[in-house]
């Protein structure tokens, strides 16, 4: 799979959201303290010349500094309706250090992801097998 650089009228969008971007891959802050509306806006900014977003998620992030499960909900939420307000954008999620969750965390980003179509893997390098596949076969 090849990551393309973002083109320079990108970068100056998502500069004007205060995301610091200086290729692709592309880091959003989003954590326990961040927006969870901002993936929204990063994904318009994206859609236009990316057909695959690959969201990644350090889920042990949100427990080591937030004590919550509610900011990973929202964030996976926030994919959720980011997907289905942008039919033409495959979006994919990878789920880092899951296991760093309390009991239960997990499946439920699972089940919302799920019922939005977003499918999850837990290492970038899943995601990136399925997301070549997809581009090559039409679905991820």
Known sequence: MRL?????DRLDALSGLE???TGNPLEVP???????????????????PY????????????????????????????LA??????PG????????????????VEDEVGRIAAAAGIPVYR???AAAVAVAAGGRHGAA
Do not use: K, W
């Not at 309706?81 to 942008?86: K, N, T």
């Not at 495959?90 to 899951?98: D, F, P, S, Y």
């Open 4 to 8: 393309d650089p973002l083109p320079s």
């Open 19 to 21: 995301v610091v971007a």
């Open 30 to 48: 989003v954590g326990p303290l961040g927006r969870a509306g901002l993936v929204a806006d990063v994904i318009d900014v994206l859609a236009g």
């Open 51 to 78: 057909r695959d977003v690959v969201a990644h998620v350090n889920v042990q992030a949100f427990f080591t500094y937030g004590n919550a499960p509610e900011p990973l909900y929202d964030y996976t939420r926030a």
């Open 81 to 86: 309706a980011a997907q289905a307000a942008r």
């Open 89 to 104: 954008v495959r979006i994919t999620l990878v789920t880092r250090n899951g296991e760093c969750a309390p009991a239960g």
């Open 123 to 125: 290492t970038m390098e």
